[in-house]
């Protein structure tokens, strides 16, 4: 199992970056999988997941700015990001795993390696 994120990068406030996630040795209609971040001091945060029943939902947050999305046939993740915030700055990581449970009250079972997103 791989999950590749990129999309990253240097963004100014108010900016509407992408992320994606490349993955792969499963397929991301089957699995729960999420996004995640962590700032520099801060605890790793749940910004988005989509159960493997499809549902959504996000981070009080990013709740309106941010859409979490998957292309099935290219078992791809997407994250919109809209108004970006000096706040949304941080490692953004997505993840993947078999169990719901796991995902939401866990850790889950597979990483990227993360794309960093710095707010300008």
């Known amino acids: 199992v791989q999950l590749v994120e990129s999309g990253g990068g240097s963004v100014q406030a108010g900016g509407s970056p992408r992320l994606s996630c490349a993955a792969s040795?499963?397929?991301?209609?089957?699995?729960?999988v999420g996004w995640f971040r962590q700032a520099p001091g801060k605890e790793r945060e749940r910004v988005a997941r989509?159960?493997?029943?499809?549902?959504?939902s996000y981070a009080d947050s990013v709740k309106g700015r941010f859409t979490f999305s998957k292309d099935n046939a290219k078992n791809t993740l997407y994250l919109q990001m809209n108004s970006l915030r000096p706040e949304d700055a941080a490692m953004y990581y997505c993840?993947?795993?078999?169990?719901?449970?796991?995902?939401?009250?866990?850790?889950?079972?597979?990483w990227g390696q993360g794309t960093q997103v710095t707010v300008s």
């Open positions: 993840a993947a795993d078999p169990s719901n449970w796991r995902l939401i009250f866990g850790t889950p079972k597979y």
């Open positions: 040795g499963f397929t991301v209609s089957s699995y729960c």
């Open positions: 989509i159960d493997s029943d499809g549902t959504t």
